[in-house]
């Protein structure tokens, strides 16, 4: 069909709709014809005349209507297939296979480090909830009344490490979960006031049972009163005697000490070759203690010695504080040096205000060394018969001797008090090089002199000597 054939005819009349559209077709898709539609459309007016150029295909205005219908139908279906095309191409653009390869290792190894670190997390967790691979040590904790979770956390944890000890538990959260468990299953958490024993090695569950158990805290205790001056061995029968524990095993493991006490560090340990009789002499600080009797004493563990033990170098930690202790590097003194003076002190003195005078006379002499042989001091002398009568070796007994050994004797010769090492540390500011006792009264006198010749009146005059 071309385009003469159209001219003046009703289509309609003698074609279908399937004829004409594929006649229209033929006739657009014809390269001479492809501007068809748009050169009718710019002579087509708008009273609806069909006005034709000289060179203008004649067509009927039906024809005309349906090429224009038939070219928009054409443009819309392209420019449809054009945006699909371009949707398409912007969501999917197909990666190289090298980045899919980086792209799965980066998200395994993302994987498998979250998994890495979960089951770290799970395996702390698990080992810190049971106590496993924690330290054995024994603490005593005392426990407020009324104390709430927090305030026990606190004292399991920050109260330990500002003493310098292992914390009973590292995860508060994990022991507060615990306690929300007991009590969200019907059971009432109350933490009983007292000494509790603890150690981190015990699970967190055996933790809170100690907390909130009345049957350690009722055990049977005693007072037991230990004043300035007594030794060691008078302090371990005591503690035998009223039932807190063995004195021989007492006296073995306060010698060992406890590692994870500073001040025990510092006092020097004894060797085979030793002349020191007890190492821990002169640490046990006087004072009044509370114990738990023993319901066998022979039959005791050794975690309930490091119990007694702790109580004991706790009060000595407190006492000889960071004060003392500044003040003896002052001096140039060291803590030992300090301990042992401080015995010989406080058995020489008649009183604490005596003390300061025989520091004074000690230290002076100390500047003095060509003009003096020692401390010659007769309680080290009573001190080291007493040894003498316990079988201890000649050597030992010599050198425990201040008028046998040159200045300080091995260890201290008793357990002094606090004044004694006060006295030691800061001495009354005198010239005193002599001193002696009328021990003759009920109230003991003590003469102290400058020079010879005032020390032989004064010792004439207490009846140590005659004239």
């Given at each position: 069909?071309?385009?003469?054939?159209?001219?003046?005819?009703?289509?309609?009349?003698?074609?279908?709709?399937?004829?004409?559209?594929?006649?229209?077709?033929?006739?657009?898709?014809?390269?001479?014809?492809?501007?068809?539609?748009?050169?009718?459309?710019?002579?087509?007016?708008?009273?609806?005349?069909?006005?034709?150029?000289?060179?203008?295909?004649?067509?009927?205005?039906?024809?005309?209507?349906?090429?224009?219908?038939?070219?928009?139908?054409?443009?819309?279906?392209?420019?449809?297939?054009?945006?699909?095309?371009?949707?398409?191409?912007?969501?999917?653009?197909?990666?190289?296979?090298?980045?899919?390869?980086?792209?799965?290792?980066?998200?395994?190894?993302?994987?498998?480090?979250?998994?890495?670190?979960?089951?770290?997390?799970?395996?702390?967790?698990?080992?810190?909830?049971?106590?496993?691979?924690?330290?054995?040590?024994?603490?005593?904790?005392?426990?407020?009344e009324n104390a709430d979770?927090?305030?026990?956390?606190?004292?399991?944890?920050?109260?330990?490490?500002?003493?310098?000890?292992?914390?009973?538990?590292?995860?508060?959260?994990?022991?507060?979960?615990?306690?929300?468990?007991?009590?969200?299953?019907?059971?009432?958490?109350?933490?009983?006031?007292?000494?509790?024993?603890?150690?981190?090695?015990?699970?967190?569950?055996?933790?809170?049972?100690?907390?909130?158990?009345?049957?350690?805290?009722?055990?049977?205790?005693?007072?037991?009163?230990?004043?300035?001056?007594?030794?060691?061995?008078?302090?371990?029968?005591?503690?035998?005697?009223?039932?807190?524990?063995?004195?021989?095993?007492?006296?073995?493991?306060?010698?060992?000490?406890?590692?994870?006490?500073?001040?025990?560090?510092?006092?020097?340990?004894?060797?085979?070759?030793?002349?020191?009789?007890?190492?821990?002499?002169?640490?046990?600080?006087?004072?009044?203690?509370?114990?738990?009797?023993?319901?066998?004493?022979?039959?005791?563990?050794?975690?309930?010695?490091?119990?007694?033990?702790?109580?004991?170098?706790?009060?000595?930690?407190?006492?000889?504080?960071?004060?003392?202790?500044?003040?003896?590097?002052?001096?140039?003194?060291?803590?030992?040096?300090?301990?042992?003076?401080?015995?010989?002190?406080?058995?020489?003195?008649?009183?604490?205000?005596?003390?300061?005078?025989?520091?004074?006379?000690?230290?002076?002499?100390?500047?003095?060394?060509?003009?003096?042989?020692?401390?010659?001091?007769?309680?080290?002398?009573?001190?080291?018969?007493?040894?003498?009568?316990?079988?201890?070796?000649?050597?030992?007994?010599?050198?425990?001797?201040?008028?046998?050994?040159k200045w300080y004797p091995?260890?201290?010769?008793?357990?002094?008090?606090?004044?004694?090492?006060?006295?030691?540390?800061?001495?009354?500011?005198?010239?005193?090089?002599?001193?002696?006792?009328?021990?003759?009264?009920?109230?003991?006198?003590?003469?102290?002199?400058?020079?010879?010749?005032?020390?032989?009146?004064?010792?004439?005059?207490?009846?140590?000597?005659?004239e």
């Amino acid at each position: 069909m071309d385009n003469k054939t159209l001219k003046g005819e009703n289509l309609s009349d003698n074609y279908d709709e399937d004829m004409i559209d594929e006649m229209l077709d033929e006739i657009i898709n014809k390269p001479e014809n492809s501007n068809l539609a748009d050169s009718y459309e710019s002579t087509y007016r708008s009273d609806g005349d069909l006005s034709l150029e000289d060179d203008a295909p004649e067509i009927s205005e039906e024809v005309y209507e349906r090429v224009r219908k038939r070219k928009r139908e054409i443009k819309s279906e392209k420019t449809n297939n054009d945006r699909v095309t371009r949707r398409v191409k912007v969501k999917y653009i197909k990666p190289k296979k090298g980045n899919r390869i980086a792209f799965s290792l980066i998200f395994t190894s993302i994987i498998v480090g979250i998994s890495v670190i979960a089951s770290i997390s799970i395996i702390f967790l698990a080992k810190e909830f049971f106590g496993i691979d924690k330290s054995a040590s024994n603490y005593t904790l005392k426990i407020p009344e009324n104390a709430d979770v927090k305030q026990v956390m606190e004292i399991m944890t920050t109260n330990q490490e500002d003493r310098g000890r292992e914390p009973i538990i590292r995860v508060k959260p994990l022991f507060e979960l615990l306690v929300k468990f007991k009590e969200r299953g019907g059971e009432t958490v109350e933490f009983v006031a007292g000494d509790h024993a603890l150690s981190p090695n015990m699970g967190y569950t055996d933790i809170l049972d100690e907390l909130t158990s009345v049957e350690y805290i009722e055990r049977q205790t005693v007072t037991i009163t230990i004043v300035e001056g007594t030794t060691l061995d008078d302090v371990a029968k005591m503690l035998e005697d009223n039932g807190v524990c063995l004195a021989e095993k007492f006296i073995y493991y306060f010698n060992n000490g406890l590692s994870d006490y500073n001040f025990i560090n510092d006092v020097p340990k004894s060797t085979a070759h030793s002349l020191r009789y007890h190492r821990m002499e002169g640490y046990l600080f006087p004072d009044t203690y509370e114990f738990y009797q023993a319901i066998d004493i022979t039959t005791m563990e050794e975690s309930e010695y490091e119990i007694i033990l702790r109580k004991i170098y706790d009060n000595f930690e407190i006492k000889y504080n960071e004060e003392l202790q500044a003040r003896a590097k002052e001096m140039g003194m060291t803590m030992d040096e300090v301990i042992i003076m401080a015995s010989i002190i406080q058995k020489e003195a008649a009183d604490n205000a005596d003390m300061y005078n025989v520091s004074s006379v000690f230290h002076n002499r100390m500047e003095r060394p060509y003009d003096f042989r020692g401390f010659e001091s007769d309680p080290t002398s009573e001190y080291a018969v007493w040894l003498e009568s316990k079988g201890m070796s000649k050597d030992m007994v010599r050198a425990y001797d201040t008028y046998e050994t040159k200045w300080y004797p091995p260890g201290a010769i008793c357990n002094p008090g606090l004044e004694a090492i006060k006295a030691v540390l800061y001495p009354a500011q005198t010239n005193y090089l002599f001193f002696c006792a009328d021990t003759r009264t009920k109230e003991k006198i003590v003469y102290y002199a400058e020079t010879v010749e005032q020390h032989r009146e004064n010792c004439i005059a207490a009846g140590i000597i005659n004239e």
